[in-house]
């Protein structure tokens, strides 16, 4: 079996509301879909979101980089040979991990359909039963906060993710303590200030201000790149700390490993270059006792997928936020949600359905690769 032929759309996904975070506002989420084909008429699908303010990617960026290095470098070559489709890949084009990410996803998507098996059962098997997701609130003023955090639970959620870090740390403050006094003690709380506090001093004063919060973890504190800053402040709480965007390459893991820089890792594919290397990340994590979450850069049906798959067949991954469907108002794949559970086809390969109707409509470019014989 051999890829022949590629597809590229560029699509923006529409929100039901804008996504806020410390670092951006965004109307809609743009991504590059991948289609792969063989010679023996397989298709599979693959996803990229990129995020230039954590990968250095833009995502016309990496449509440009599929279409022009990385599809050609692998056309030809047989979606099992993933190890060496990844030297491949690596070999033509330095990091840009997210559009790595979209070759990788649609040649597992190929192997299961191939085999007939879902992906996480070539990957490891099922390790876990049931796949959860909280509720994500993007930052808004306490009061709506905590109003939407109890709606939340009203509506079947078990977990809440906070988004914080636009403001001042202590307006952040105000946010988590006003959401925990209006879900009460028992709900499970996550912060994500997706480096935010900006300096240990900063987010180790904030810290302190919600030891007694009761809250699962805070993620990444501060800026990605200071590490010795994060095992500061990991001293100096008893609450987890979690490594997000501080963590994209295999080298990040054992940095943040030698200088015990996290409770908690969130390995994400597109940070990391797909489902291959994020299972190679979880399970070197395994061997130095931390626990991981596979987490989103807001995917579709079929980035999303990809991530839930991967978290099945691994036994440390013990939490998952793949919730980009549920935040948009039009989608091109099936992938299934009863709060707080994710239903997870058992299929072969993604066991995602795209409806080729809404992928034309949401496309604002496309190129083909190939055709029927290399």
Request: charged share 20%; hydrophobic share 45%.
């Amino acid at each position: 079996m051999k890829i022949t032929k590629a597809t590229l759309y560029a699509v923006r996904f529409p929100l039901k509301e804008p996504f806020i975070i410390s670092y951006a506002t965004y109307p809609d989420m743009p991504a590059v879909i991948l289609e792969l084909e063989t010679d023996t008429g397989l298709i599979g699908f693959g996803e990229s979101v990129a995020d230039e303010h954590v990968t250095g990617e833009f995502f016309l960026g990496a449509f440009e980089n599929l279409k022009e290095v990385l599809v050609p470098a692998i056309l030809g070559m047989n979606p099992f040979d993933i190890e060496a489709i990844h030297a491949k890949m690596d070999s033509a084009l330095v990091r840009n991990p997210a559009a790595k990410a979209a070759v990788d996803i649609a040649c597992f998507d190929l192997m299961g359909k191939a085999t007939g098996l879902p992906v996480y059962q070539l990957i490891g098997g099922k390790t876990n039963e049931r796949l959860t997701y909280p509720k994500v609130l993007s930052i808004e003023s306490p009061e709506i906060m905590a109003t939407k955090a109890v709606q939340a639970i009203e509506d079947g959620y078990t977990s809440l993710k906070l988004k914080v870090g636009a403001d001042k740390a202590q307006d952040d403050v105000d946010r988590i303590k006003a959401v925990r006094e209006a879900v009460g003690p028992a709900v499970p709380i996550r912060v994500d200030v997706n480096q935010g506090w900006k300096t240990p001093g900063i987010a180790s004063a904030a810290v302190r201000q919600l030891e007694g919060l009761d809250l699962s973890w805070i993620e990444q504190p501060i800026r990605m790149s200071d590490l010795h800053g994060l095992a500061e402040i990991r001293t100096k709480t008893a609450v987890p700390i979690m490594a997000d965007e501080s963590l994209q390459t295999m080298e990040d893991l054992l940095e943040i490993i030698r200088l015990g820089a996290a409770d908690v890792i969130n390995i994400k594919l597109m940070k990391c270059g797909g489902i291959y290397p994020a299972a190679q990340l979880a399970k070197t994590a395994e061997a130095a006792g931390l626990a991981c979450q596979v987490g989103s850069m807001v995917e579709s049906s079929v980035g999303s997928a990809a991530g839930y798959h991967t978290a099945m067949a691994r036994n440390n991954i013990e939490t998952t936020e793949l919730t980009g469907p549920l935040l948009f108002s039009e989608e091109i794949g099936d992938l299934q949600y009863i709060h707080p559970n994710v239903l997870l086809a058992d299929k072969p390969g993604l066991g995602v359905t795209i409806d080729r109707a809404q992928l034309a409509k949401l496309t604002v470019k496309t190129h083909i690769i190939g055709g029927t014989t290399v």
